[in-house]
């Protein structure tokens, strides 16, 4: 049994492979034995498999991004994915049913190809492959305040009568979406729920936005095609063990 310092399952079929690899192949030269090229391949595949399926799970990176319908990022090489519509399907008693994100690969300012996310159902690009893994809620509270609009998003604040206003968070009502502020004043903090075209201290909630993000993860992983070129390895290798074997039967 070969000796490896490897630490895992993979690491000691890999050295117990190659040694084997490297034993036969040693043991047919010094007789003079014709090469059987199949069962060489085989071992062959098998140990650029272990290499490369150790290489693609190091060198993964992943990343998520969430877009807005109309929004969009660049690629590492330049392509632009842009978001034209998300929908969230539901089954009848409410249950998720999925996600669907219709994007366009552009190039340039040239839509290269139009397609639809979902989930288990990727766009790859060059390298790349995108994933349907999540969506959000998004809101904007939009105030008028002397005549002016100020807009904030859940998690920020702003000045107000010597305190500040932060927006919490909405919530989804029968009423329609109320949106959830905290009030501080003189060291005091007050809770406060207001829905669109409702006032309080002189402030008009105006409007509140809320729309659905698409969360998309790109994932990268380079040793992909080493993962192809050793599986076509092992097809050549078992087509010509197969064959090798049926000659010396004939």
């Given at each position: 049994m070969a000796v490896c310092s490897f630490s895992g399952s993979s690491g000691h079929i890999f050295c117990n492979l190659l040694a084997c690899t490297l034993r036969r192949l040693s043991g047919r030269l010094r007789r003079k034995a014709p090469l059987r090229i199949g069962p060489d391949l085989i071992h062959l595949s098998l140990l650029l498999l272990i290499v490369a399926g150790g290489f693609t799970l190091f060198s993964r990176q992943e990343t998520v991004?969430?877009?807005?319908?109309?929004?969009?990022?660049?690629?590492?090489?330049?392509?632009?994915?842009?978001?034209?519509?998300?929908?969230?399907?539901?089954?009848?008693?409410?249950?998720?049913?999925?996600?669907?994100s219709r994007v366009e690969v552009l190039n340039g300012k040239d839509v290269e190809k139009t397609f639809s996310i979902e989930v288990n159902k990727p766009l790859r690009v060059g390298r790349y492959r995108i994933f349907q893994s999540s969506y959000k809620n998004?809101?904007?509270?939009?105030?008028?305040?002397?005549?002016?609009?100020?807009?904030?998003?859940?998690?920020?604040?702003?000045?107000?009568?010597?305190?500040?206003?932060?927006?919490?968070?909405?919530?989804?009502?029968?009423?329609?979406?109320?949106?959830?502020?905290?009030?501080?004043?003189?060291?005091?903090?007050?809770?406060?729920?207001?829905?669109?075209?409702?006032?309080?201290?002189?402030?008009l909630l105006s409007d509140l936005l809320v729309h659905s993000e698409s969360g998309l993860q790109v994932v990268t992983q380079k040793g992909i095609i080493l993962i192809y070129l050793s599986l076509?390895?092992?097809?050549?290798g078992m087509f010509l063990s197969f064959y090798q074997k049926l000659g010396d039967m004939n």
């Open positions: 991004v969430f877009l807005a319908e109309g929004g969009g990022f660049e690629l590492p090489d330049g392509k632009t994915i842009r978001l034209k519509n998300f929908d969230f399907e539901m089954y009848d008693d409410g249950r998720p049913k999925d996600w669907i998004d809101a904007v509270a939009v105030f008028e305040r002397d005549g002016e609009k100020v807009t904030i998003k859940p998690g920020e604040a702003m000045p107000f009568e010597g305190g500040f206003i932060g927006f919490l968070e909405y919530q989804s009502t029968p009423e329609g979406n109320a949106a959830v502020f905290i009030q501080e004043k003189d060291g005091k903090r007050t809770q406060i729920s207001l829905f669109a075209g409702e006032d309080f201290s002189g402030i076509i390895l092992l097809c050549i």
